[in-house]
């Protein structure tokens, strides 16, 4: 069984910055995909960014610029700095990977709150 653990969430000031980190454990063969997502209290999940194994990434708008993905594949962990913080990106923010084990896998993390905040 995978599993995801989310952590760096908190409560910053805006135009502050906060590093997450996501840390898979199993027994993992590999992760192709892993991506960060959020959900701000009454909308739906959406997607911030998302880093494949080569390390190719791709970036929501709302994150262009501002935030930056990356991973360690040796220790199956992904991050996400997030600098020039807003209060619209409040949210809970999940991370997600793909790979496979004795099958294949599609896990979610259980989340970690991020509040932007004076």
């Known amino acids: 069984q995978v599993q995801l653990v989310e952590s760096g969430g908190g409560l910053v000031q805006p135009g502050g910055s906060l590093r997450l980190s996501c840390v898979a454990s199993g027994s993992i063969f590999s992760i192709s995909f892993m991506g960060w997502y959020r959900q701000a209290p009454g909308k739906e999940r959406e997607l911030v960014a998302h880093i494949t194994s080569g390390g190719s990434t791709n970036y929501a708008d709302l994150a262009k610029g501002r935030f930056t993905i990356s991973r360690d594949n040796a220790k199956n962990t992904v991050y996400l700095q997030m600098n020039s913080l807003k209060p619209e990106d409040t949210a809970v923010y999940y991370c997600?990977?793909?790979?496979?084990?004795?099958?294949?896998?599609?896990?979610w993390g259980q989340g970690t709150l991020v509040t932007i905040s004076t």
């Open positions: 997600k990977a793909v790979g496979r084990t004795y099958g294949n896998f599609e896990v």
